[in-house]
């Protein structure tokens, strides 16, 4: 099995900066993408982008387009979300996710979750 850990979450406030990481652990790392979804309170979980591995093409979400870029580095397994210009709505846990299927906003096409790392932007 995969095992994903996220890591880099915090407080900031709007227009600030973070960046987040998550490290794939496993004897065979086989996923062709990875991607990251986000959950405010009493929301559903939302799809924020994704990266084709092998190639490194990424997607992401209209909403964080322009201000959000991921990036991964394939000898380590990592995956980085590069967050600017941060604005309170960006305020969720964000979860890593792993696939065999190609890039996808749908939850069900993801095998492997992480713990999720909290991010809050204030006002």
């Known amino acids: 099995q995969v095992q994903l850990a996220e890591s880099g979450g915090g407080m900031v406030q709007a227009g600030g900066s973070l960046r987040l990481a998550c490290a794939a652990f496993?004897?065979?790392?086989?996923?062709?993408?990875m991607a990251w979804f986000r959950q405010a309170p009493g929301k559903e979980r939302e799809y924020v982008g994704a990266i084709w591995w092998s190639t490194g093409s990424t997607y992401y979400a209209d909403s964080v387009k322009g201000r959000f870029t991921i990036s991964r580095d394939g000898a380590k397994n990592t995956m980085y979300l590069q967050m600017n210009s941060l604005k309170p709505g960006d305020t969720a846990v964000y979860y890593c996710?792993?696939?065999?299927?190609?890039?996808?906003?749908?939850?069900?096409?993801?095998?492997?979750w992480g713990q999720g790392t909290q991010v809050t932007v204030s006002s």
């Open positions: 996710a792993a696939g065999r299927q190609g890039p996808s906003m749908s939850r069900d096409h993801y095998d492997y």
């Open positions: 496993g004897r065979t790392f086989n996923s062709n993408t």
